[in-house]
């Protein structure tokens, strides 16, 4: 089945070349277990790069993300994180969850989010701003390392849109 969603996902990639909109998508590869289990060291995804301007990104979105904590270290300038907090929002780590505005963070998107025992205390997500981790908080560096932040909508650069 991920043989025939490649192919397909190359398919379209392949058109979309041919068709002059190669700058709408891009292919990436997994390089760390961040996003584990939702995704895997090795993997590749398929990036929407058309998310600038007004974004419409979503929690539990999937996006790629200029890293210049990275790029100082000499390691890969890009980083894949799950929009966790929207701007204005509440964010907090305790007793096992993610917490939004005093609310447990719940559903499918989130089921995969290894918090153990994180505990962050409440922090706000300023206007133009988002509050992003990797699935695997204990191989993450994310919007909890001051280094990182919160992200700035422009340091998005794309939406995963499928993996394989």
């Known amino acids: ?23 709408a998508f891009a292919v990436t590869a ?10 895997i060291k090795g993997e590749r995804v398929l990036l929407d790069l058309f998310v600038t301007g007004e974004k419409n990104l979503k929690r539990g979105d999937v996006v790629e993300l200029e890293n210049l904590l990275y790029v100082e270290t000499g390691e890969d300038g890009r980083m894949l994180k799950r929009i966790i907090a929207m701007p204005g929002e509440r964010v907090s780590i305790s007793d096992g969850f993610v917490w939004i505005d005093g609310t447990p963070l719940t559903g499918d998107a989130f089921e995969g989010i290894r918090t153990g025992n994180e505990v962050m205390s409440e922090r706000l997500v300023p206007e133009g701003a988002y509050f992003v981790l990797g699935d695997n908080l204990t191989d993450s560096t994310d919007s909890r390392d001051v280094t990182v932040g919160m992200i700035r909508e422009e340091d998005i650069l794309g939406r995963v849109i499928t993996e394989w």
């Open 1 to 23: 089945m991920k043989n025939i969603i490649a192919f397909l996902c190359a398919a379209l990639f392949g058109v979309c070349v041919g068709l002059g909109c190669g700058s």
């Open 30 to 39: 997994v390089e760390d277990d961040a996003m584990a289990p939702a995704l």
